[in-house]
């Protein structure tokens, strides 16, 4: 075997550190990432899914179309913001409007007798989560815009 050493190295020592760390802080601009855009993102995943989760997806033939599309659009935003967040973060003001649809919709667009409790606490929980990201994001955008004119 080759004589290899198991040692780690100290990256602080790398003759190229500093222009490592300016080029992660450009692509990133200077945002958390994870703490914003994986919520995004997730939060759309189970609105879409949500009507096969609760199961209502037979019985509120609507609702389930409405979380549907909401939800892929709530997801491509997530990963608008990871992937353009210059462009997208102006569009967070929709991400407040959708999850305020969220809230109102099953009495909206439900057939029937109405919504069932498990749907309203659904769609109540992914809407304001969805208006708390958004509120979030618009939050990140506004600071990010603030400090380029610094």
């Given amino acids: 075997m080759a004589d ?3 040692q780690r190295a100290d ?13 992660y802080d450009r692509v990133l601009g200077g945002r958390d990432v994870p703490l ?3 919520p995004v993102f997730l939060t759309g995943l189970y609105c879409a899914i949500s009507p096969w989760v609760v199961h209502f997806n037979s019985t509120q033939p609507a609702l389930t179309t409405v979380n549907l599309i909401v939800g892929i659009s709530v ?17 967070s ?5 959708m999850g305020v649809w969220l809230v109102i919709a099953p009495w909206v ?4 007798g109405g919504p069932d409790k498990g749907i309203i ?8 989560l969805t208006c708390l990201l958004g509120l979030l994001c618009l ?9 380029s004119h610094t």
């Fill in 75 to 91: 997801g491509l935003l997530g990963l608008g913001f990871t992937v353009m967040p210059a462009r997208m973060y102006g569009l």
């Fill in 93 to 97: 003001w929709g991400m407040c409007v």
């Fill in 11 to 23: 990256i602080t020592s790398h003759p190229d550190v500093t222009e490592m760390r300016d080029r």
């Fill in 4 to 6: 290899v050493s198991h």
């Fill in 36 to 38: 914003v855009d994986g």
């Fill in 139 to 147: 939050g990140v955008a506004m600071k990010s815009k603030r400090e």
């Fill in 121 to 128: 606490i659904s769609n109540a929980i992914i809407g304001g």
């Fill in 109 to 112: 667009v439900s057939s029937g």
